[in-house]
């Protein structure tokens, strides 16, 4: 079993900062992206992040220059930083990841996180 936990949303207001975290658990045998979607309410899922095992990060054009995708390959962690934070960014935002296990080494899957939400308001 593979687990991803959020945490770090919450309520900010325009132009405020929030930075969210994600840990991934259980019989992880390797990673690959990892990366970080949000669904505002009657919205599609869209992708705000994602970082490869090397550290190359690509962004939503919504996203570039406000936030910052990280990740520790040794904590098994993917981490958001985001700037500048406007009503529009209102969401659930969930972790996603790329992962193998050690039941099927070979191949990776991908999992997701349970959801944390970021309320943008004054």
């Known amino acids: 079993q593979v687990q991803l936990v959020e945490s770090g949303g919450g309520l900010v207001q325009p132009g405020g900062s929030l930075r969210l975290s994600c840990a991934a658990s259980?019989?992880?045998?390797?990673?690959?992206?990892m990366g970080w979607y949000r669904q505002a309410p009657g919205e599609k899922r869209e992708l705000v992040a994602a970082?490869?095992?090397?550290?190359?990060?690509n962004y939503a054009d919504s996203a570039k220059g406000r936030f910052t995708i990280s990740r520790d390959n040794v904590k098994n962690t993917v981490s958001l930083q985001m700037n500048s934070l406007k009503p529009e960014d209102t969401a659930v935002y969930y972790c996603?990841?790329?992962?193998?296990?050690?039941?099927?080494?070979?191949?990776?899957?991908?999992?997701w996180g349970q959801g944390t939400q970021v309320t943008v308001s004054s």
């Open positions: 259980g019989s992880i045998f390797s990673f690959g992206t």
């Open positions: 970082i490869t095992t090397r550290g190359s990060a």
């Open positions: 996603t990841a790329k992962i193998s296990t050690h039941f099927n080494p070979g191949i990776l899957q991908d999992y």
